[in-house]
């Protein structure tokens, strides 16, 4: 069974901080993995993705990510803040070779101060 | 990036109605979608997963005949809440595969479903 855990509920920053948000997964074969971004009442956007390849992910927005795989994790990171990044936000994965659904995390809630 | 509509937005109906959400892929053509549910500051949970002119298959727990899920095309998929009641009360999201963007699912604005 494929799992993801985001283990922070909220993670605070100053607006023009570097963010990070913690994500790591369980997956028995190898991982796609996933971040979403969702704005209140709304759907769930696609921000990027890791299948192969660099480790290092660049996605929309100016946020990345890094796969790493001996440490089972994928964290979203961005280099500098912005008030309008505040939004939910989840991480996702799925067996390359299994089943084609997605397993989220829980979510974590980005709260950037101006 | 690829689009995924929604329709309604958002609804509310009597209980013991039926109600029918549509998910669209507007540019792309999609063989598998998916139906997810959500609950408020939840994350979201897999309901069926949708296969153009096939069964949908369903989640453990997830009620098939409570669930109607047609996938009649590559671009449209449909969820029939049928005999609904405030317990079905919820978010509904969907989301369409794009296999020709590695495996990247989209997904719909959502549908706000409210069973009086």
């Known amino acids: 069974a494929q799992s993801v855990a985001q283990p922070e509920d909220q993670v605070n920053v100053a607006e023009g901080n570097p963010l990070t948000v913690k994500c790591t997964y369980s997956?028995?074969?190898?991982?796609?993995l996933f971040w979403y971004v969702q704005y209140p009442n709304r759907g769930l956007q696609f921000l990027l993705k890791?299948?192969?390849?660099?480790?290092l992910v660049k996605g929309s927005y100016g946020f990345e990510a890094e796969f790493n795989k001996s440490q089972t994790s994928f964290h979203l990171k961005k280099p500098s803040a912005l008030v309008s990044d505040s939004a939910l936000y989840f991480c996702?994965?799925?067996?390359?070779?299994?089943?084609?659904?997605?397993?989220f995390g829980s979510g974590t809630r980005l709260q950037v101060q101006p | 990036g690829a689009v995924v509509s929604q329709h309604p937005s958002w609804v509310i109906c009597k209980s013991g109605t039926s109600v029918k959400i549509e998910c669209r892929s507007l540019d792309f053509q999609a063989t598998t979608m998916f139906w997810y549910r959500q609950f408020p500051k939840q994350s979201l949970m897999l309901m069926a997963t949708?296969?153009?002119?096939?069964?949908?298959?369903?989640e453990q727990g997830v009620e098939k005949d409570k669930f109607l899920i047609n996938h009649a095309s590559l671009t449209l998929s449909t969820l029939t809440v049928t005999s609904a009641h405030p317990e079905d009360s919820s978010f509904y999201i969907c989301s369409a595969r794009d296999g020709a963007a590695q495996e990247t699912q989209y997904f719909g604005p959502g549908t706000r479903l409210l069973v009086l």
């Open positions: 997956v028995s074969g190898n991982p796609y």
């Open positions: 890791y299948i192969t390849g660099d480790n």
């Open positions: 996702a994965v799925r067996d390359g070779t299994g089943r084609r659904a997605l397993t």
């Open positions: 949708s296969n153009e002119g096939s069964k949908a298959t369903y």
